[in-house]
């Protein structure tokens, strides 16, 4: 079985510092790691991925995450955060035709 | 481009009423799916499918039925719909059906079931 898990339900963060949000991956096999974010009302939109080479993968608006076998984690993050990046963040690994996701982690950035 | 476009966007049930969530997507994606998001638990998948005439089970199938006779189109129908079923539902879509491939979502559908 696959899985992931997102241990903050909620990260805020002041505009202009880093953000990061954790994600750490259950599966057998090769890790097909994905981040997708979710402003409210709408659906889920696809921000980046990992597949295989490079362990720093980047992706839209500025975001990359970081791929580590040994901690087996993929956690997103972004050198300067914006107030328009508050928003609902989720992990997914997929496997066996099905993504999986995590609980999602809140993000808030204030100005 | 349209996408993926789900109908509709809200809808009121009351329990044990039927009612299908359409889904419906131009980009000639082989590969789609239907989830449910519930508050701290994130998505779960219900169905997929991987090809116009092939479905299959995933997390939370339990009162829910689909079928896909065409490429676009990938129906959700709830049989007897009960208040464990309020839920906003949102379907994607892939180019394949592999593991690799990112999904585009639709906007959701937002149902209550009193």
């Known amino acids: 079985a696959q899985s992931v898990a997102q241990p903050e339900d909620q990260v805020n963060v002041a505009e202009g510092n880093p953000l990061t949000v954790k994600c750490t991956y259950s599966?057998?096999?090769?890790?097909?790691l994905f981040w997708y974010v979710q402003y409210p009302n709408r659906g889920l939109q696809f921000l980046l991925k990992y597949i295989t080479g490079d362990n720093l993968v980047k992706g839209s608006y500025g975001f990359e995450a970081e791929f580590n076998k040994s901690q087996t984690s993929f956690h997103l993050k972004k050198p300067s955060a914006l107030v328009s990046d508050s928003a609902l963040y989720f992990c997914?690994?997929?496997?066996?035709?099905?993504?999986?996701f995590g609980a999602g982690t809140t993000v808030t950035v204030r100005a | 481009n349209a996408g993926v476009t789900q109908t509709p966007k809200f809808q009121v049930l009351k329990t044990g009423q039927s009612m299908t969530l359409q889904c419906a997507q131009d980009m000639n994606h082989e590969y789609m799916s239907w989830y449910r998001q519930d508050p701290g638990m994130g998505l779960r998948l219900i169905h997929y499918?991987?090809?116009?005439?092939?479905?299959d089970q995933g997390e939370v199938p339990n009162g829910y039925n689909v079928s896909r006779s065409t490429t676009e189109d990938f129906p959700l129908r709830l049989l007897s719909a009960a208040p464990s079923q309020t839920s906003v539902y949102f379907c994607?879509?892939?180019?394949?059906?592999?593991?690799?491939?990112?999904?585009?979502f639709g906007e959701g559908s937002r149902l209550t079931v009193l």
């Open positions: 499918s991987v090809g116009a005439g092939i479905t």
């Open positions: 994607a879509s892939k180019s394949q059906g592999t593991n690799t491939g990112e999904l585009f």
């Open positions: 599966v057998s096999g090769n890790p097909y």
């Open positions: 997914a690994v997929s496997g066996d035709y099905k993504l999986s």
